[in-house]
């Protein structure tokens, strides 16, 4: 098997739930963890899984991973089993804030970057193999919620029985 997992991390909080990922997923030898600014395009060949991770920035994810999707060519993904997860503030915080919560609860999951990524991955030709996941931070820095890393690991054990 030959996996990569690619994220991108404001304060590390997305990186730690991507190398719980990876780490789950499979050994070195046959999963890759890297920054989507450390990415070549070219290592997007030959993949059986690729897993994408952001932080939720804007209702979007990072330009970082936008840019990255953007450039994949149509249909190179196409067979590429993909997942895509980021992290996020709860529903308490985004309440803490109304036009925030008024955007939530109009947008549903579209107001977070595991949705768009999904979306993009798919019109690369890729199968999107489990649901997406948002892994909860506190406040807009973090740390990341006490138990996210096992729920981390737990999402990722689901996507090996897809493999």
Partial sequence: ???????????????????????????????SVLKVSDLRIDQLTDLDVLIIGSPTQRFRP?????????????????????????????LSEINRTAVLAFFVRLSGDSAYAAKHIANQLKKKGA????????????GMEGPLLQGELERASDWAKHITKEI
Avoid: C, H, W
């Avoid at 996996?3 to 590390?12: F, N």
């Avoid at 730690?16 to 999963?31: L, N, P």
């Avoid at 990072?62 to 709860?90: E, H, Q």
């Avoid at 997406?132 to 931070?137: A, D, P």
């Fill in 1 to 31: 098997m030959k996996g990569l997992v690619i994220y991108d991390s404001a304060y590390g909080n997305t990186e730690k739930i991507a190398q719980v990922v990876g780490s789950t997923i499979g050994s070195r030898e046959e999963v």
């Fill in 62 to 90: 990072t330009p970082g991973i936008s840019n990255m999707l953007n450039a994949i060519p149509l249909n190179s993904l196409k067979g590429v089993k993909v997942a895509a997860f980021d992290t996020r503030l709860t």
């Fill in 127 to 138: 199968q999107l193999i489990i649901p997406t996941e948002g892994f909860f931070v506190e």
